[in-house]
């Protein structure tokens, strides 16, 4: 049977607004316990900010979290995206192809309705491998 991304995306996905500063942008990753967020203008999305970016392109660069704006350092489309009526395997095949390990899942003309990533295909693909499990795992912070 295949499996539709639809069934193993995160729907509860968080989104901020381009001018939302790197600093505000964290912290709502650490209280949605997320390693990313949407950027997005209700329904055109704009790019995607992980946890990585704020880090390499962000204070790494001696960017000021506070005064710097995810729009200014987040992926930028073309951006690499699912449909929610996808198969698990194309989600898979994407992701190594671009060598990411989360994609938005869009709908009606880019429409932002979730995210996957790689710990949800784990979960879904091997329920008792270790990285489904730490995928499951209750955050440390």
């Known amino acids: 049977m295949t499996t539709r991304v639809r069934d193993v995306m995160s729907a509860h996905t968080t989104s901020v607004e381009p001018m939302t500063s790197l600093t505000r942008a964290a912290r709502l990753m650490r209280e949605q316990n997320v390693g990313d967020v949407l950027v997005a203008y209700d329904c055109d999305l704009f790019g995607v900010l992980t946890d990585r970016d704020i880090v390499l392109r962000g204070v790494a660069e001696g960017h000021d979290p506070e005064a710097t704006n995810v729009g200014s350092i987040c992926t930028r489309p073309p951006l690499v995206t699912l449909d929610p009526d996808d198969t698990t395997d194309h ?51």
Do not use: K, N, Q
Not at 96 to 111: I, Y
């Open 91 to 141: 989600a898979v095949e994407l992701m190594r192809e671009h060598a990411v390990r989360r994609l938005p899942v869009v709908e009606h003309g880019g429409c932002p309705v979730g995210v996957v990533s790689l710990g949800d295909l784990a979960a879904e693909e091997d329920p008792h491998s270790a990285l489904a499990d730490i995928s499951r795992a209750r955050p440390t912070h």
